[in-house]
């Protein structure tokens, strides 16, 4: 069975930092990409996940939303078919619920929820006073 795990989140004050997880099972990262999306509170119903960022299967490129870029990177540790997401300078518009997806053989570049059929569950990102 497909799976993705998120991890991770938690209340922080804005400027502060995160590490976010995406653990995987049933599957190898050697041939699947992973990206990070996020829905805000209150997000309208259909409207499509805001994408954060992915890493290519193979090659590792990345790839990141303007909404992020300079302040959110991914990384992987292959050993524990983990993913992380390293959120830094958070900032209150930053809280969300965050979700890692996978995509088998998939080249990141514009990537859409769409794409992404393997879902994890979400982890909670607050980020207030």
């Known amino acids: 069975q497909l799976r993705v795990v998120e991890s991770g989140g938690g209340l922080v004050q804005p400027g502060g930092s995160l590490r976010l997880s995406c653990t995987a099972s049933?599957?190898?990262?050697?041939?699947?990409?992973i990206a990070w999306f996020r829905q805000a509170p209150g997000q309208a119903p259909g409207k499509e996940r805001e994408?954060?960022?992915?890493?290519?299967?193979?090659?590792?490129?990345?790839y990141y939303a303007d909404s992020v870029k300079g302040r959110f990177a991914m990384s992987t540790d292959s050993a524990k078919d983990t993913v992380y997401l390293q959120t830094n300078s958070l900032k209150p518009e930053d809280t969300a619920i965050y979700y890692c997806?996978?995509?088998?053989?998939?080249?990141?570049?514009?990537?859409?929820?769409?794409?992404?059929?393997?879902w994890g569950q979400g982890t909670q990102v607050t980020v207030s006073s």
């Open positions: 994408g954060l960022s992915c890493i290519d299967y193979g090659d590792g490129d990345q």
């Open positions: 049933g599957f190898s990262l050697d041939y699947y990409s």
């Open positions: 997806a996978a995509a088998p053989y998939y080249d990141c570049a514009g990537f859409t929820a769409a794409h992404f059929h393997v």
